[in-house]
């Protein structure tokens, strides 16, 4: 017999998914463990394993693979090969309507690139900014910056000066962190420029005192100015997302937690067993959060399988919490499918947003 974790292990699905499907009645455990309620697995039920994990990242819906199981073992193989293929033919449609709305919006790029438009880069423009704010803004949001060299525009910081503001904007598709300056001495037109992160860096190594400081931004060019030193560079030609769309977020539970304790709570409570997962090479593990009727926010079980759950990143909340820089801060949880807020009780200008993760079904 295998235990669920082997099953988990030699088969390629998590241990919630196997979960699942027991629960689904597709792939059922040889006996269950009356009291722990632990599953045991047949040494022939891998191959079913296996099989599921296949058609389940081959986009096969749960119904028909109810029927491929079903069908595996028996002589007659043809309504295994006519749920293949009637899936394989689904695929291709797919792919075919894929690539013809990518070609239409490739068009769409195309002329917009040969269109005139409207530029946030200026000239040259000069602000005197506070260093303590500006740095506390840099800690606030490098952690959520890009790596991705496919996406250069990401792997840099955004500075975004408007009236008497200055925001910092840094985000790798998966997680998004917003702070904010003041700023003084520019009357002119709204100006951004995307700061690599290099120059960031050395920027914040810059920003130890108490003063103010000097940003001049000229074309392409960033620099930064304190009492005594300075450091300067080029920014990313690339152009950033609008970012004041992404944060456009229905409003969901909120609840305050202590961040000591809330970390501990997540470096020492669950994650689900087996849905350590591959992003960019890398593997993570996921945490699962609800806010509880009385406001407190659950680390889940993994056997939770609560509506309300909504999963994340565990390194990548553990990060925000860092950068919260707060004794308390406060979660913001809507729908599992929306992004998870992380904000600051005394200011709601200077917040996280991790995007959740689809558990397995």
Do not use: K
Request: proline share 6%; aromatic share 6%.
């Amino acid at each position: 017999m295998r235990s669920i974790g082997e099953m988990s292990r030699d088969s390629g699905l998590g241990v919630s998914a196997l979960r699942f499907y027991d629960r689904a009645g597709v792939l059922v455990p040889a006996w269950v463990d009356p009291v722990s309620g632990y599953r045991w697995y047949e040494p022939e039920q891998l191959v079913e394993a296996r099989l599921l994990a296949r058609l389940r990242r081959a986009g096969m819906p749960l119904a028909d693979i109810r029927l491929v199981l079903a069908a595996w073992g028996g002589a007659d193989t043809e309504l295994v090969r006519g749920l293949l293929e009637a899936h394989l033919r689904r695929l291709e449609l797919g792919l075919s309507d894929a690539r013809s709305e990518f070609s239409t919006l490739r068009a769409q790029l195309d002329r917009r690139e040969t269109t005139p438009m409207t530029s946030l880069h200026t000239a040259t423009a000069r602000f005197s900014v506070p260093a303590p704010e500006v740095a506390a803004a840099l800690d606030a949001v490098r952690f959520a910056a890009g790596t991705d060299a496919e996406l250069p525009m990401l792997g840099g910081i955004l500075f975004d000066f408007e009236g008497a503001l200055l925001r910092l904007v840094a985000t790798d598709r998966y997680r998004m962190a917003v702070a904010q300056a003041r700023t003084t001495g520019h009357a002119g037109p709204r100006t951004q420029v995307v700061v690599p992160l290099p120059l960031a860096d050395a920027m914040r190594a810059l920003l130890t005192g108490e003063g103010p400081a000097q940003l001049i931004v000229d074309g392409d060019r960033v620099t930064l100015e304190t009492a005594d030193r300075q450091v300067a560079g080029q920014s990313l030609g690339a152009e950033f997302p609008d970012y004041r769309r992404l944060v456009r977020l229905p409003a969901g539970r909120r609840a305050r937690v202590g961040t000591a304790a809330f970390r501990q709570a997540l470096q020492t409570g669950p994650v689900r067993e087996g849905e350590r997962r591959e992003r960019d090479g890398e593997p993570y593990d996921l945490s699962v959060l609800r806010v509880a009727e009385n406001g407190t926010v659950i680390v889940c079980a993994d056997d939770d399988d609560d509506q309300d759950n909504v999963a994340v990143n565990r390194t990548y909340l553990l990060d925000a919490l860092t950068a919260g820089a707060r004794d308390e801060l406060v979660l913001e949880l809507g729908v599992p499918t929306a992004p998870l807020a992380i904000r600051r009780p005394d200011d709601e200008h200077a917040f996280s947003l991790l995007m959740p993760v689809r558990l397995e079904d």
